[in-house]
């Protein structure tokens, strides 16, 4: 059973440009959460999804920021316009029903803005 | 606001020694609370969960210990190995999924 997979890796992107970031859940598991990890920071969280739908998008900056869970495919975090201080580890989780207690986290996504 | 706090500082320990970390929060109850260990450009693998109503909970080296009186979790790794050189995050959790994770303390076993 596959874990959460998560790309690219490794993201390098020019002030201004847009960055996508995808995630693929574990099977089974149809709830999504993204989070971010900033240098000598613990992860914060930013965004819940179940499948075509936003639960609770709190933790996700108001502007460029977007997220989304179609039907079919990964899981899709959006920043438009990077700037530098978005570089940072952004880490997708999942779990298999809402409530689960534990979620299963990717290898994560390093975004580094130049 | 909620805080939860971690040892900054890198632990180091020999080799065949218990490790032992510790994990406090302030300003909330949590139903329950989860170790993790990250190791350097990877992402958090879950280890233990521990309920508030559970004082200790074992798994193979591991023991966690949850004093909901102190606010506070205890994770210890005896016999500690090389390999269980990484950052170990702990993440007090209402029952909610939206978690809280603190900055993680960086453990180094020495062989």
């Known amino acids: 059973n596959a874990g959460v997979m998560q790309n690219p890796r490794h993201l390098v992107r020019r002030r201004g440009q847009e960055a996508r970031l995808r995630c693929s859940p574990m099977k089974g598991h149809s709830h999504v959460y993204w989070y971010r990890q900033l240098p000598e920071e613990g992860l914060k969280f930013m965004v819940y999804l179940q499948k075509e739908n936003i639960i609770d998008e709190s933790g996700m900056p108001k502007e460029r920021f977007s997220a989304e869970f179609p039907k079919e495919g990964p899981s899709i975090l959006r920043i438009q316009q990077v700037v530098r201080g978005d570089s940072a580890a952004y880490f997708c989780?999942?779990?298999?029903?809402?409530?689960?207690?534990?979620?299963?986290f990717g290898p994560g996504t390093r975004l580094l803005v130049l | 606001s909620q805080k939860i706090e971690q040892n900054s500082e890198a632990l180091n320990i020999q080799e065949g020694k218990t490790a032992t970390l510790t994990c406090n929060y302030t300003?909330?109850?949590?139903?329950?609370l989860q170790w993790y260990r990250q190791d350097p450009g990877r992402g958090p693998v879950f280890l233990l969960l521990?309920?508030?109503?559970?004082k200790e909970k074992r798994k193979e080296r591991l023991k966690v210990t949850f004093d909901t009186t102190l606010k506070q979790s205890l994770f210890h790794i005896t016999a500690s190995q090389p390999a269980d050189s990484a950052t170990y995050l702990c993440a007090p959790t209402r029952r909610t999924y939206k978690y809280i994770f603190g900055t993680g303390t960086r453990l180094k076993v020495l062989a």
């Open positions: 300003n909330y109850s949590p139903a329950y």
């Open positions: 989780a999942s779990s298999p029903r809402q409530g689960e207690e534990t979620q299963y």
């Open positions: 521990i309920r508030e109503n559970e």
